[in-house]
């Protein structure tokens, strides 16, 4: 009787207990539902929505290239963290870079170019091919991870900012190039920790156009 | 003191003995291991592996072996991080059950209890010797693990749930505070109770145990069903640090767990060890694993060393048990 009693009381201290602390709710299905539905993230939306309202306002707050390579031959260590940026533990810089270079070459992967109007140096690879990785998403230091719920939603932006740059400035980036053809760029480029030789420098291009006349 | 005293003295204290003089080669070798911060970082690293090796400790004392504590420790994480994040739909009544982080810990707590049950069982009721029983557990559990995430880590656990593995209270991380309860709550149980002297009994010679009218069976489960639970909080306390369950969390951990515990002086044949021993096999671990990582030795080495220290241990064990005989 003594042992049935104290098993509940114990029962009746765990109720008591779960009912200032409940386990659980009960909702709804249909009303979760059209909350996640309203609420459900979309990369190629928010890709579109920072491309058109961070991205090219942010053009001007590129560095200028001649004046990075210049620091990365001098002194790569303050140059990268003058410059650059490094995320978690990669052991890259990514930098968002700017400038002005006439057209060398038209090869099959890429524009290259020499930096200054009269150049005549392979100093800048523009690519044209398929993009990967996350450079463009990375490179400019305006979007934060932390500000994602979680990574899936933050590696399919950068799918979709990739898709973006293939769609709207690579085509525009081959109608222009020809040999000869001065182009001013702004986009963003990653060098490894070990990278020496920096030229051409692969800078992926986010916008692109002829440069105005001297 | 004559020589045999002093023997024996050195016996009981060697678990002891060894950690003071790793901590002491390691400070002298390393300037950055004898601080607060990295105290506390080697205090929080072995939290998680001190909750299996209790669990394991209770196991081996009664003459079993757990080795499904790994994966017990990941479907009980992943069931709880996906219940608290995603809740459970009942489509047939239009409902969802939205799981609170209190529901969560209770559910995944609950996960191993019944996974360690089952381990009982299997021991007890269908008479599996341990190795085998486990070793199918270890394999279930891994694959409800997969199938319950689809393969995918569970992320996005929230604050509340985190503060669980990355929480401080009085400046102390708050999974060395659960350890610490928990190191009492089983010294309790394997000093002061019946069960801890019946446990002992059992583990000691199991035959006896038997003739002498103990309810080993009844026994063996309840140690089974502990060690599910204990590696279910170590579940919970990985995950929560990570704030995320990943399908592949505890991958390995049985093998340390089981080295804290032979460390610690606990005898694989069952019936002698402590808690205690177990605590100081857990310290050694982890300052070793510590030690050596900050003297930038390479994680392959450390493995090489990590299976030396559990070859030198059981044979300085098998060795004294040899004297005493």
Same mark, same amino acid.
């Given at each position: 009787?003594?042992?049935?009693?104290?098993?509940?009381?114990?029962?009746?201290?765990?109720?008591?207990?779960?009912?200032?602390?409940?386990?659980?709710?009960?909702?709804?299905?249909?009303?979760?539902?059209?909350?996640?539905?309203?609420?459900?993230?979309?990369?190629?939306?928010?890709?579109?929505? $920072?491309? =058109?309202?961070?991205?090219?306002?942010?053009?001007?707050?590129? %560095?200028? +290239?001649?004046?990075? !390579?210049? #620091? &990365? @031959?001098?002194?790569?260590?303050?140059?990268?963290?003058?410059?650059?940026?490094?995320?978690?533990?990669?052991?890259?810089?990514?930098?968002?870079?700017?400038?002005?270079?006439?057209?060398?070459?038209?090869?099959?992967?890429?524009?290259?170019?020499?930096?200054?109007?009269?150049?005549?140096?392979?100093?800048?690879?523009?690519?044209?091919?398929?993009?990967?990785?996350?450079?463009?998403?990375?490179?400019?230091?305006?979007?934060?991870?932390?500000?994602?719920?979680?990574?899936?939603? $933050?590696? =399919?932006?950068?799918?979709?900012?990739?898709?973006?740059?293939? %769609?709207? +400035?690579?085509?525009? !980036?081959? #109608? &222009? @190039?020809?040999?000869?053809?001065?182009?001013?760029?702004?986009?963003?480029?990653?060098?490894?920790?070990?990278?020496?030789?920096?030229?051409?420098?692969?800078?992926?291009?986010?916008?692109?156009?002829?440069?105005?006349?001297? | 003191?004559?020589?045999?005293?002093?023997?024996?003295?050195?016996?009981?204290?060697?678990?002891?003995?060894?950690?003071?003089?790793?901590?002491?080669?390691?400070?002298?070798?390393?300037?950055?291991?004898?601080?607060?911060?990295?105290?506390?970082?080697?205090?929080?690293?072995?939290?998680?592996?001190?909750?299996?090796?209790?669990?394991?400790?209770?196991?081996?004392?009664?003459?079993?072996?757990?080795?499904?504590?790994?994966?017990?420790?990941?479907?009980?994480?992943?069931?709880?991080?996906?219940?608290?994040?995603?809740?459970?739909?009942?489509?047939?009544?239009?409902?969802?059950?939205?799981?609170?982080?209190?529901?969560?810990?209770?559910?995944?707590?609950?996960?191993?209890?019944?996974?360690?049950?089952?381990?009982?069982?299997?021991?007890?009721?269908?008479?599996?010797?341990?190795?085998?029983?486990?070793?199918?557990?270890?394999?279930?559990?891994?694959?409800?693990?997969?199938?319950?995430?689809?393969?995918?880590?569970?992320?996005?656990?929230?604050?509340?749930?985190?503060?669980?593995?990355?929480?401080?209270?009085?400046?102390?991380?708050?999974?060395?505070?659960?350890?610490?309860?928990?190191?009492?709550?089983?010294?309790?149980?394997?000093?002061?109770?019946?069960?801890?002297?019946?446990?002992?009994?059992?583990?000691?010679?199991?035959?006896?145990?038997?003739?002498?009218?103990?309810?080993?069976?009844?026994?063996?489960?309840?140690?089974?069903?502990?060690?599910?639970?204990?590696?279910?909080?170590?579940?919970?306390?990985?995950?929560?640090?990570?704030?995320?369950?990943?399908?592949?969390?505890?991958?390995?951990?049985?093998?340390?767990?089981?080295?804290?515990?032979?460390?610690?002086?606990?005898?694989?044949?069952?019936?002698?060890?402590?808690?205690?021993?177990?605590?100081?096999?857990?310290?050694?671990?982890?300052?070793?694993?510590?030690?050596?990582?900050?003297?930038?030795?390479?994680?392959?080495?450390?493995?090489?060393?990590?299976?030396?220290?559990?070859?030198?241990?059981?044979?300085?064990?098998?060795?004294?048990?040899?004297?005493?005989?």
């Amino acid at each position: 009787m003594k042992r049935v009693l104290l098993i509940l009381l114990a029962l009746g201290l765990l109720a008591g207990f779960f009912r200032l602390v409940p386990l659980f709710h009960l909702v709804p299905l249909r009303q979760i539902q059209a909350l996640a539905a309203a609420g459900e993230f979309n990369a190629t939306n928010a890709a579109r929505a $920072f491309w =058109d309202e961070h991205l090219m306002k942010s053009l001007n707050q590129a %560095a200028d +290239v001649p004046q990075v !390579l210049a #620091a &990365l @031959a001098a002194d790569p260590v303050k140059a990268r963290t003058q410059y650059g940026r490094t995320l978690g533990l990669s052991d890259s810089t990514l930098f968002y870079l700017h400038g002005t270079g006439r057209v060398v070459s038209v090869k099959k992967n890429g524009v290259v170019l020499a930096l200054g109007a009269d150049g005549t140096a392979a100093d800048v690879l523009l690519p044209t091919g398929h993009l990967f990785g996350n450079t463009v998403r990375d490179g400019t230091g305006l979007l934060d991870a932390s500000a994602f719920p979680n990574s899936q939603y $933050f590696n =399919d932006l950068s799918t979709e900012l990739n898709h973006l740059v293939e %769609a709207s +400035v690579l085509p525009q !980036l081959r #109608a &222009l @190039a020809a040999p000869g053809v001065t182009l001013t760029f702004t986009g963003c480029a990653e060098v490894a920790a070990d990278e020496t030789e920096l030229k051409p420098l692969k800078i992926i291009p986010i916008a692109v156009q002829l440069a105005a006349a001297p | 003191m004559n020589r045999q005293s002093l023997t024996v003295q050195l016996r009981r204290f060697q678990s002891l003995l060894a950690l003071v003089l790793m901590v002491a080669a390691l400070s002298a070798a390393s300037p950055n291991f004898l601080t607060v911060d990295n105290t506390l970082n080697v205090l929080r690293q072995i939290s998680i592996n001190l909750c299996l090796s209790l669990g394991m400790t209770l196991v081996i004392l009664s003459g079993g072996i757990d080795l499904s504590v790994g994966s017990v420790l990941a479907l009980a994480g992943a069931v709880a991080a996906g219940l608290l994040k995603n809740g459970l739909a009942l489509p047939s009544l239009n409902l969802l059950i939205q799981v609170t982080v209190p529901g969560a810990i209770v559910v995944g707590l609950g996960v191993g209890m019944v996974l360690g049950w089952a381990n009982g069982v299997a021991v007890t009721r269908f008479k599996l010797p341990p190795f085998v029983a486990t070793l199918g557990m270890l394999s279930i559990a891994r694959g409800l693990t997969m199938l319950w995430t689809g393969g995918f880590p569970v992320t996005g656990l929230g604050d509340d749930f985190g503060w669980l593995g990355t929480g401080h209270w009085l400046g102390i991380p708050v999974p060395v505070w659960i350890s610490v309860a928990l190191v009492g709550a089983c010294l309790l149980l394997t000093r002061r109770t019946p069960f801890g002297r019946h446990l002992y009994a059992v583990g000691g010679n199991e035959r006896a145990a038997t003739l002498s009218g103990l309810a080993v069976n009844r026994i063996k489960i309840m140690v089974y069903l502990l060690g599910g639970a204990l590696a279910a909080v170590a579940g919970l306390l990985v995950t929560a640090r990570l704030d995320s369950a990943t399908p592949n969390a505890g991958l390995g951990y049985e093998l340390d767990s089981i080295a804290a515990v032979v460390i610690g002086g606990t005898s694989l044949a069952g019936g002698r060890g402590s808690i205690l021993g177990t605590v100081l096999g857990c310290l050694i671990i982890g300052v070793l694993n510590n030690g050596l990582f900050l003297l930038n030795v390479s994680p392959f080495w450390q493995q090489v060393v990590k299976g030396a220290v559990i070859l030198v241990a059981v044979a300085a064990d098998k060795a004294g048990s040899r004297r005493d005989h």
